[in-house]
C-alpha cells in the first residue's frame, strides 16, 4: 500500500537537518545516461545500499536505464522497496524498470513530478542532465513557495555540481532570492554524509 509522508520542517540551515519524522522514503533525481566518471556510478551503487540498509523506500523516474536504472536496481538487489514513476513519452526513452516493487506510468512529466514529491519525505539530485536540473529547481521553488517542505539534498560527486552551486550563491549575493539558498538545499559530497541526517 502507499502511502504520502509530509513534514521534514527545516529547523536549523547548514548544519543539520532536524526533521518532524524520519525519511522512510527519499526521491532520487538523476541522469538516464551514465556519464563520464566511474565515480558517478560507484556513488549510485553506494547510496542504493545505503538507503536499503536504512529501510528508506527509493522513489524515482522509473527507468532501467543509466543512474536511473542502477539506483533502482542496488536498492532491490539489497533487499529494499522501489517505486517508480514514468510518463507514457518516456516509457520507449527511458524504458520503464520490470523488475521493481511498483511501476505508476503517468500521462506526463509535471504529473510525475507531483506524484514523487507526494510519494517521498526527502529528495536527492544525483548527477544528470536538463531533467535533473528541472526537477531540483521545481521543488526548491516548490519549497520556496512554501507548497511543501521536503528537504532537498544535492549529491556533488566528484564536483559535479561546483558551478550550480557557485551560481546559486551568485543569485544570493545579487540579491535575486528571498532567504539563504543553503536554507532549502543541503549538499553533499559521499552518499555515506546522508546517515547523518536521516
Known amino acids: 500500500m502507499l502511502q504520502s509522508f509530509e513534514g521534514n520542517q527545516i529547523y536549523t540551515p547548514f548544519v543539520k537537518i532536524y526533521t518532524s519524522m524520519p525519511i522512510l522514503s527519499l526521491a532520487v533525481f538523476c541522469g538516464s545516461k551514465n556519464g563520464n566518471n566511474p565515480l558517478f556510478i560507484e556513488h549510485t551503487i553506494q547510496l542504493g545500499k545505503l538507503m536499503a540498509h536504512n529501510n528508506i523506500t527509493l522513489i524515482y523516474g522509473g527507468g532501467n ?3 536511473m536504472g542502477k539506483i533502482a536496481d542496488e536498492v532491490m538487489n539489497n533487499g529494499g522497496k522501489v517505486i517508480g514513476v514514468i510518463p507514457r513519452v518516456l516509457v520507449e526513452w527511458e524504458r520503464q524498470h520490470t523488475g521493481i516493487s511498483e511501476l505508476f506510468i503517468v500521462d506526463d512529466m509535471h504529473i510525475r513530478k507531483k506524484k514523487m514529491y507526494e510519494l517521498c519525505d526527502a529528495a536527492i ?3 544528470g542532465g536538463f531533467g535533473t536540473l528541472d526537477e531540483l529547481f521545481e521543488m526548491v521553488t516548490w519549497n520556496q513557495l512554501s ?6 539534498f544535492i549529491l556533488n560527486t566528484d564536483g559535479f ?3 550550480l552551486i557557485a551560481h546559486i550563491d551568485k543569485m544570493q549575493e545579487e540579491n535575486f532570492l ?3 539558498a543553503r536554507k532549502r538545499v543541503i549538499i553533499l559530497d559521499k552518499p555515506a554524509e546522508l546517515t547523518s541526517h536521516i
Open 161 to 163: 555540481y561546483n558551478h
Open 147 to 152: 507548497i511543501h517542505d521536503k528537504v532537498i
Open 178 to 180: 528571498y532567504e539563504a
Open 125 to 127: 539530485i544525483l548527477p
Open 65 to 67: 536505464v543509466g543512474i
